[in-house]
């Protein structure tokens, strides 16, 4: 399983961005997938996901501003960032759990935002 995540990019604070992260490959079933994010000096740290009941859980300093969603026929999950802040700067990663004979974790090659204030 392959996730390649496109999408960010420069912006300034109060901007949008919106992330996706597609999932190819044969022989998988996605169980669910998310954001992460790691910021220089910090550790990576949730953004926001999918559960594996469907349900969404975000990290309280971007709910509310940021909207996760997917489209399953494309194996793809998106991040609509909106009302960015410098504090939003990181690197984006995607993730997937995976079922292909057993459950496995994958992670896309991460994406950068950058926002200006």
């Known amino acids: 399983v392959q996730l390649q995540a496109s999408g960010g990019g420069l912006v300034q604070a109060g901007g949008s961005l919106r992330l996706a992260c597609a999932a190819s490959?044969?022989?998988?079933?996605?169980?669910?997938m998310g954001w992460y994010r790691q910021a220089p000096g910090k550790e990576r740290e949730l953004v926001a996901t999918f559960t594996s009941g469907g349900l969404t859980n975000y990290a309280a300093s971007v709910k509310g501003r940021f909207t996760i969603s997917r489209d399953n026929a494309k194996n793809t999950v998106y991040l609509q960032m909106a009302s960015l802040k410098p504090e939003d700067t990181a690197v984006y990663y995607c993730?997937?759990?995976?079922?292909?004979?057993?459950?496995?974790?994958?992670w896309g090659q991460g994406t950068q935002v950058t926002v200006s204030s």
């Open positions: 490959g044969s022989g998988f079933r996605i169980n669910y």
């Open positions: 993730n997937a759990v995976v079922w292909d004979s057993r459950t496995r974790v994958y």
